[in-house]
């Protein structure tokens, strides 16, 4: 995506130009430039399928009054044998925050709607949104990877352009500028805690003080200071411990960041399986993860782990709350989910949906995880109904209870 600000070929001011660049022999050469995109990519693809190169990818260029532009990757292609691997968007671009100003992309709710759009390439790379903003390593090989962010970016400006009634284009080119600013950040950011940390840990009796910080957002300093400490962890089991270990004793300006960096892992569904490794039935961990959003520690698999039954007190007290709704979002998919709620027993579907109910419900009626909790939980039931009364031969009854269900 946005590379740099750079000093682009003459043309008309305002426009953009793509430029299409070949690898031959390891060396980046200019093929051409042109007016427009579909000819950039159409010549690029022809050029990898003829074998005339090795790589090929287009830039396209935002042309500034003063000479100065942006340069943004859109297509990056290899010949095959060579094809790096791929990944695709996911989520609904619609649910993108409104991001006006390079503040806005650091918000949480950027930070979530990112680990939706990006999942595929985060959980490849076992990165959380936070390290993705924070540490230039990373997004510089998020921005190398290919037509990727541009897609993410293109994706997410068509949408807020029709929701704002402005054109695309403009919207891109915004984009692009906070992003370019983005950049920037990071590489500063990235030099700033390296000495900040002095090769300090991410343990609690290792952390400077951030009191005081001169220059730099103390909670930014903090953020890229962690992220550079867990760019040495190739894994998400690894972040997540180390994170949640230091959290409990993370002192003043670094508690809050930690929190959320946890919330982060928690995104993944592979989290759950870290956290909860010995649970053998969907039943136990959809019961463990409501107590942990309630902030008890009753459950076994809670009790076993000093870490969880940590986490699980910080959230009664109200001290964790992206932690508890990262949890509590689990909920609904994972009772909406086909999987038996105990697959060495299917046949107590019925039995165990009833238990699960009454186990979901708070003192006062409430849902634990409101109203996608009751949904996921009578979506669940209807469906044991309908495969109940096929069982039984009575498939008209089964597909009005369907329809049923899917109009409601």
Known sequence: ????????????????????????????????????????RTRAEGLINSR???????????????GEGFSSEILHLKAR?????TFALSGDPARAPICASLEDLYRWETRRFLATLLRGYLQHHALTPSELLYHWRHAKALLDSGSLPYDALRRVAAVQ?????????????????????????????????????????????????????AGLDARALAAASLSGSLARVGHLEGKLTALLD????????????????????????????????????????????????????TAPAIRRSPRLAA???????????????????????????????????????????????RRLRRADGAWIGGEP???????????????????????????ALGRSAVRR
């Open 161 to 213: 352009a029709e929701r704002e009634g402005a054109a695309a284009e403009e919207r891109v080119a915004a984009l692009e500028v906070i992003l370019q600013e983005a950049i920037e950040r990071s590489q500063e950011l990235q030099a700033s805690s390296r000495a900040f940390m002095e090769g300090r840990s991410i343990a609690p009796d290792s952390l400077p003080p951030l009191k005081g910080v």
């Open 373 to 399: 909790v009751a949904k996921a939980v009578e979506q669940r039931r209807a469906r044991t109904r309908e495969k109940t009364l096929r069982g039984l031969g009575m498939d008209s009854a089964a597909d």
């Open 81 to 85: 044998g060579r094809e790096a691997k």
């Open 1 to 40: 995506m946005v590379k740099a600000s750079s000093r682009v070929v003459a043309g008309p001011t305002g426009e953009y130009r793509f430029e299409v660049m070949v690898c031959r022999d390891g060396r980046w050469v200019i093929d051409g430039v042109m007016a427009e995109e579909a000819a950039a």
């Open 311 to 357: 986490l699980a007190k910080m959230i009664g007290y109200g001290s964790a709350p992206h932690c508890q709704g990262a949890l509590r979002a689990w909920l609904a998919p994972m009772i909406r989910g086909r999987e038996p709620l105990d697959r060495n027993r299917p046949a107590n579907e019925v039995r165990l949906i009833e238990q699960l109910s």
């Open 246 to 297: 230091l959290l409990p004793e993370a002192g003043q300006g670094w508690f809050a960041c930690v929190e959320e960096m946890v919330a982060e892992c928690f995104f993944f569904a592979e989290s759950l399986e870290i956290a909860f490794p010995d649970l053998a039935d969907r039943i136990s961990l959809i019961q463990a993860l409501a107590d942990m959003v309630e902030g008890r520690d």
């Open 52 to 66: 005339a190169c090795e790589e090929a990818k287009v830039t396209r260029q935002l042309l500034r009054r003063n």
